[in-house]
C-alpha cells in the first residue's frame, strides 16, 4: 500500500491511495466467508460453499465494498497522521478512474484545506467592552421593588395604591339589579386586586372609593376573560365562565393596603442577611453591587458580539477558501443543489465557514476544550434559569440537578448544550486574554449600540439576500 499527498495551489490537494491486491484480498476473503456462513443461498448449505461459487456470485460488489473502503479509510488515517486541517470531508478526484478487474487499484481524493490564520489573542489585542452605569432611577426602582416585597399588609377604610378589596360579590342583571335566582352568581368573602387588573377603566373606578361604597365592574374586562382569574375572582368552576358575562357589583367592607417596609435595621436584616447593611448609605452601596451584577451578562451578551465582529472583520475580510473544491463538496453531499443553484448556496455558507474556522484558531490558541464537568455545569445553570421561568424559584435549587440530568440523556439537547458551554468557555476565555477597552456608557447608550448592531446585522441579511444587479 502507498499512499501519497499532492497539493495543489495554496488550498487544495490530491491524495492518492495505492492499494496492491495484498492490501486488499485478505478482507474480500473473510467478507465472501462471513456471506457462505450466514447466508441461505439456493443449492448450498450454510457454511459449505466454495470459495469460487461465493466469489462468482458476490466477489465484485464485495471487492468494491472493500476496497473504497480500505481506501477512504487510509485517506482519513493519513490527514489525521500529518494533522491536515481540511474542510468538509474527502471526495473523489475528478476525471479518476479505475479498473476493478485490476489487481492493483489506485484511489484519488480531492481535499480542500482550512486557511492559516496568524491568530493574536493576547493584551496586544484590544477589544470594547461597555459596562452600563447604575442610575439613580435604577436604584429607586429597587429601592421600592425590595421595601414593597418586604412589606405587610394592614387594613384600611380608603383605596390606596396596590390595594386588596374586599367585599361581597353579586352579579347583576341587564337592567343592573342584583341577581336572585338559584344561578345567579354571589361571593359572600370576595378579594379584588384592581390593580393587576388589564383593564385601567375598570381599575379607575375603584380610585377614592370607601368602605361601603359600591362599585359596579366588568369581571371579564378586568382579566380579557381569562379563566383561570375569573373562576377564582368569581369562585366558579372553569366551564361556567360563560355565564359570568355582564356586570357585577361589589359592596366594600374592607381594605388590605399594602405598607412598604421602612428603612432599618430589621429591614436590612431581613434584606441581606444579618449584621451586613447598617445604614442607609451601606444599604444604597449594595443596591449598586447587586444592580451592576444583574446588569453584567447584557455587557458580556454585548462582548461576544463585539468580539465577534472584532475576529471577522481581522480575519475573516481577507480570508480566502477553497472555493472550487468547496462548491463541488456541496454538489455531492447536498443533493438538492444543482449547478443552477450551488453558488448562491455556497455565497451563503462562506461567512459561516469562515467563523467556524476562526472560532477553532480562537479556541486552540486559547486552550478552549469542553468536557462533561462543563457541559453538566451548563445543564444545570439552563436548567436554573427554566425552572424559576416556570414559577419554581424556591424549588429550582433541588430539582437542578435532577432536570440537567434528563436534558443530559437527550441527544439533541446535549449537544445544543456542548454547543453552548463551548461558546461560552470561548467568549470567557477570550475575555480574560485581550486587553479590554472598558468604558461605562448609560442604559439608554447602551441600548442604542444594542438596536446599531441589530439593524446592522439585519441590513448584512438584506444585503446577501438581495440579487446581484447586472453590470
Same mark, same amino acid.
Given at each position: 500500500m502507498n499512499v501519497q499527498y499532492e497539493k495543489k495551489g495554496n488550498l487544495e490537494g490530491v491524495i492518492t491511495v495505492n492499494l496492491l491486491e495484498a492490501d486488499y484480498e485478505p478482507k474480500v476473503v473473510k467478507e465472501?466467508?462471513?456471506?457462505?456462513?450466514? #447466508?441461505?443461498? +439456493?443449492?448450498?448449505?450454510?457454511?459449505?460453499?466454495?470459495l469460487s461459487q461465493l466469489r462468482k456470485r458476490f466477489g465484485k460488489d464485495v471487492k468494491v465494498k472493500v476496497v473504497n473502503d480500505l481506501a477512504i479509510e487510509e485517506t482519513l488515517k493519513y490527514i489525521q497522521d500529518n494533522k491536515l486541517d481540511v474542510?468538509?470531508? +474527502?471526495? +473523489? $478526484? #475528478?476525471?479518476h478512474n479505475f479498473n476493478l478487474d485490476d489487481a492493483d487499484i489506485t484511489f484519488a481524493y480531492e481535499i480542500g484545506l482550512a486557511p492559516e490564520l496568524d491568530m493574536k489573542l493576547d493584551q /496586544?489585542?484590544?477589544i470594547n467592552y461597555y459596562n452600563i452605569a447604575v442610575s439613580d432611577k435604577m436604584i429607586d426602582e429597587q429601592d421600592e421593588e425590595l421595601r414593597m416585597r418586604a412589606g405587610t399588609q394592614e387594613p384600611g377604610t380608603e383605596y390606596a395604591d396596590r390595594a386588596l378589596v374586599k367585599g361581597s360579590i353579586m352579579q347583576l342583571d341587564a337592567e343592573g339589579n342584583v341577581r336572585s335566582d338559584a344561578d345567579a352568581i354571589q361571593v359572600t368573602d370576595g378579594i379584588l386586586a384592581p390593580f393587576l387588573f388589564k383593564s385601567k377603566e375598570e381599575a379607575d373606578k375603584f380610585v377614592g372609593t370607601k368602605v361601603g361604597d359600591k362599585v359596579v365592574f366588568d369581571a371579564f374586562a378586568t382579566c380579557d376573560g381569562n379563566e383561570a382569574e375569573l373562576a377564582s375572582m368569581l369562585h366558579i368552576d372553569r366551564?361556567?365562565?360563560? /355565564? $359570568?358575562?355582564?356586570?357585577?357589583?361589589?359592596?366594600?367592607?374592607?381594605?388590605?393596603?399594602?405598607?412598604? $417596609?421602612?428603612?432599618?435595621?430589621e429591614f436590612y436584616d431581613k434584606v441581606f442577611g444579618p449584621d451586613t447593611v447598617h445604614d442607609e448609605k451601606e444599604y444604597r452601596a449594595k443596591l449598586v453591587e447587586g444592580i451592576e451584577q444583574a446588569l453584567q451578562p447584557n455587557s #458580556?451578551?454585548?462582548?461576544?458580539?463585539?468580539a465577534e465582529d472584532y475576529l471577522m472583520e481581522t480575519y475573516g475580510? !481577507?480570508?480566502?477558501? +477553497?472555493? /472550487?473544491?468547496?462548491? #463541488?463538496?456541496?454538489?455531492?453531499?447536498?443533493r438538492e443543489l444543482t449547478e443552477e443553484s450551488v453558488d448562491e448556496a455556497l455565497r451563503q455558507a462562506v461567512p459561516g465557514i469562515k467563523w467556524e474556522i476562526i472560532e477553532s484558531k480562537a479556541a486552540?490558541?486559547?486552550?478552549?476544550?469542553?468536557n462533561d464537568d462543563d457541559v453538566k455545569a451548563f445543564a444545570r445553570i439552563f436548567a436554573m434559569e427554566q425552572l424559576r421561568s416556570y414559577g419554581m424559584a424556591q424549588m429550582a435549587e433541588q430539582m437542578a440537578d435532577y432536570y440537567a440530568e434528563n436534558l443530559m440523556k437527550d441527544e439533541k439537547q446535549r449537544r445544543r448544550l456542548v454547543r453552548e458551554a463551548f461558546t461560552a468557555k470561548l467568549f470567557n476565555s477570550l475575555h480574560n486574554a485581550v486587553n479590554l477597552n472598558e468604558s461605562t456608557v448609560s442604559l439608554?447608550?447602551?441600548? !442604542?449600540?444594542?438596536a446599531a448592531l441589530n439593524n446592522a446585522t439585519g441590513a448584512a441579511v438584506a444585503a446577501e439576500d438581495e440579487p446581484a444587479q447586472q453590470a
Open positions: 465472501l466467508k462471513e456471506i457462505g456462513n450466514t #447466508r441461505q443461498i +439456493p443449492g448450498f448449505r450454510k457454511g459449505h460453499v466454495e474542510l468538509g470531508q +474527502p471526495v +473523489p $478526484a #475528478r476525471d /496586544s489585542t484590544t366551564d361556567k365562565i360563560e /355565564s $359570568a358575562r355582564g356586570n357585577f357589583e361589589i359592596t366594600i367592607t374592607e381594605f388590605m393596603i399594602h405598607k412598604k $417596609a421602612e428603612l432599618g435595621q #458580556r451578551q454585548l462582548f461576544v458580539r463585539t475580510t !481577507t480570508m480566502e477558501l +477553497p472555493m /472550487s473544491f468547496l462548491r #463541488r463538496y456541496m454538489l455531492l453531499t447536498n486552540e490558541i486559547l486552550n478552549v476544550k469542553v439608554d447608550e447602551f441600548r !442604542t449600540m444594542v
